[in-house]
């Protein structure tokens, strides 16, 4: 993925609740970091990532359960 021009890496979801399907509306992203620098995301750019790929977040939610 990546977010304002530079590669992140996520480890994986938290917060899927199999009863909140197909929403996942409290699953977010976690352990995002940059590539190039390791630098954990800051809370707002964690944000914009799950904003930016809702898709993989949900995919990975979903997944998650399996």
Do not use: I, Q
Not at 15 to 20: G, I, L
Not at 28 to 57: C, N, P, Q
């Amino acid at each position: 993925m990546e977010l304002n021009g530079r590669l992140v890496e996520v480890d994986g979801v938290e917060d899927v609740d199999s009863r909140d399907y197909p929403d996942f509306c409290d699953a977010h992203f976690v352990g995002a970091r940059f590539v190039d620098t390791g630098e954990e995301l800051s809370d707002a750019e964690y944000e914009e990532l799950s904003d930016k790929y809702a898709d993989v977040l949900w995919e990975m939610a979903y997944e998650s359960l399996h």
